[in-house]
Structure formats: C-alpha cells, structure tokens
C-alpha cells in the first residue's frame, strides 16, 4: 500500500507563496502521473493540478493556473506544489495521489490564507 506524506503548509497572507511536497513510499512513483488536490470543509475535494511520469503534461484547474506549479523529482518519490499569488479561497487542506490509480490517502497540509 502506497503512502504519501504531504507537508509544507501554514498560515500565509494573501498574495504570498507556499511550497507544498509530497512524498510516497514505494517503488511506483516513477510510473504514475501525480496529483494534488485539496479539500475544503463540506465541499467535495479538487483535483488542482497533476503531472505526467516523465515530469511533463501538467493540467490545472482553472481556479489555480498562472499561480500553481506543480514538479516532480522522481528519484527522490517527491512531488512539489508553488503556490504562488495566494487567495484566500486556497484554503484548504491539500493532498497528493495518483489520479489514474487513486491509493489510500495521507493526512494532507493545512493551507490557510489570511486577509
């Protein structure tokens, strides 16, 4: 069973930057297209932003292209989020799997962007 472990979150004020990693265990990394997505209390969780296996084909969502960057360095099982330009609406708590091959989840970052 595949484990992530995402940190890098806190508390920032708007228009700041954050960078959040994602790291899992495991020896298939390098073969799966990553994502991360947040959740935010009572709403359904977004896919955001993802990347294919080879550290190319990224999408965003609407709500964070031009502000997010999402890499990968698959040597070392890590996947990054920049944030840049932060909104409050990026509050959330953010996580990492594999899109096209969901596994168990970690315990995400608490992201929180202030006024």
């Known amino acids: 069973q595949v484990h992530f472990v995402e940190s890098g979150g806190g508390l920032v004020q708007a228009g700041g930057s954050l960078r959040l990693s994602c790291t899992a265990s495991g020896n298939t990394f390098r073969t799966k297209t990553v994502g991360w997505y947040r959740q935010v209390p009572g709403r359904e969780g977004e896919l955001i932003a993802r990347i294919g296996r080879g550290g190319d084909a990224e999408v965003y969502a609407d709500s964070v292209q031009g502000r997010f960057t999402i890499f990968r360095e698959n040597f070392a099982n890590t996947a990054w989020l920049q944030m840049n330009n932060l909104k409050i609406e990026d509050t959330a708590v953010y996580y990492c799997?594999?899109?096209?091959?969901?596994?168990?989840w970690g315990r995400g970052t608490q992201v929180t962007v202030s006024s």
């Open positions: 799997n594999y899109p096209f091959a969901k596994t168990s």
